[in-house]
Structure formats: structure tokens, C-alpha cells
């Protein structure tokens, strides 16, 4: 395993989609607009919750963004508790920490990610954070990266970052470490080229350790 694993949140540590797959579609219906369900999931996995929005703009033009961004917001925060990690992640993240290696958040989601983290239990296998709270552009823009690894004096030779989709990738590859691609439903076709692709967050753990 690596030393040091640089995390995303949404459908990599966490399973998120159902819930925000949910407050899309809600937010969709509260101005009587009709998006298929597997539609919206295939454009959040693809790209992003915003480009999934801008999506649903160029097919309905009537569409208040601003409007659905806000109820789609409320949705979500009222589901928190549904939010749940992947099976595996806590061995993983564990055993990271137990190989003398650390572990990073770096998410475009706000302080919630690291309060669901604490939740769970799983904020003490964490060094640091980057949240939206810190404003570096977005991934795969490499800034996140690089402020934590100047921070905590990463080597990047031994780093990694993984995410569930290429724009995670290649964010790892701009700050010149390795990138894991975690696709559970193998929906991905732009992969960004990882060093390793994967299904299930078992693949990561050590079974002898």
C-alpha cells in the first residue's frame, strides 16, 4: 500500500449518489421538470453535480438553477444520516494509519464531509482536510494537492489520490503522484488513465497485515 492516500468524499469514501441522486430529482420536480433516475446518476458519475445541473438546464431551458440548486441543498442536508461509507473503507483507512502512512480529505463538499467522518468514527485515521471551505479551484486543478502535501511534507513518490472519477485521476497525475480509480458499477469510459482501477475498496487492503 502506499504511505500516503489522498481521499475524495462523494462515491469514493462515501456511498452518496443514492441521496443525491434523490435531491436532484426532487429538486427537478418542485418546478415540474421530469429527469429518469439513471440518466442523472450516469451524468453525476461521468462529470459532476454542477455540469449535471447545467445538463438538466440545456434540456429544459425554463429550468430556475439557482431555484433547484437551493432545494436540492435542503434535500440533501435533511439526508446526512442515509449517507453511508463504502464497505472496506474504514479497513483501508485503518491500515494506512497502522503501516505508518496517513490519510487526507480533499473534497468540493463543506465541513459536513468531515463531520460525517467523526460520525462514523473515521476522522482519527485522518491527517488534514481540504474542504470547499478553503476555496482552491476545483479538481482536476492540482492546488489542493500540492497545499497539503506542502503542508504536511508529503512525499509524492509514495502518495496516491482516489476518487470515482477521472477528474480525481487526473487532479493525482497534475500533482505528479499515482491515481486510483474507484468505479463499484464499472461506469466509467474517460478514466483519466489510472494506475489502478478498481471495484471494491477490499483490493486496497493487505490481507496478511
Known amino acids: 500500500m502506499s504511505e500516503t492516500y489522498f481521499w475524495d468524499f462523494d462515491g469514493t469514501l462515501y456511498n452518496t449518489y443514492p441521496v443525491m441522486v434523490a435531491a436532484f ?104 482536510f481540504v474542504t470547499s471551505k478553503l476555496s482552491f479551484p476545483r479538481k482536476p486543478d492540482p492546488a489542493s494537492l500540492n497545499y497539503l502535501c506542502n503542508e504536511y511534507s508529503v512525499d509524492k513518490e509514495h502518495a496516491v489520490m482516489i476518487g470515482d472519477r477521472a477528474l480525481d485521476v487526473e487532479a493525482g497525475h497534475n500533482a505528479d503522484m499515482k491515481g486510483i480509480l474507484f468505479d463499484p458499477d464499472n461506469i466509467i469510459d474517460e478514466d483519466g488513465n489510472p494506475d489502478k482501477r478498481i471495484k471494491s475498496m477490499w483490493e486496497l487492503v493487505d490481507k496478511k497485515a
Not at 442515509?82 to 505508518?100: I, N, Y
Not at 463543506?110 to 467522518?117: C, N, Y
Open 25 to 128: 430529482i426532487y429538486a427537478m420536480q418542485e418546478q415540474h421538470i421530469k429527469v429518469k433516475k439513471d440518466e442523472v446518476y450516469h451524468h453525476m458519475r461521468q462529470t459532476s453535480l454542477g455540469r449535471t445541473f447545467k445538463w438538466a438546464l440545456t434540456n429544459h431551458p425554463e429550468l430556475d438553477e439557482p431555484t433547484a440548486r437551493a432545494a436540492y441543498k435542503e434535500y440533501e442536508e435533511q439526508r446526512h444520516g442515509e449517507m453511508h461509507p463504502f464497505p472496506g473503507v474504514a479497513e483501508v483507512c485503518a491500515q494506512v494509519v497502522d503501516h505508518g502512512g496517513r490519510n487526507f480529505l480533499l473534497t468540493h463538499r463543506d465541513e459536513q464531509a468531515v463531520m460525517i467522518l467523526e460520525r462514523d468514527g473515521l476522522k482519527r485515521f485522518f491527517s488534514g
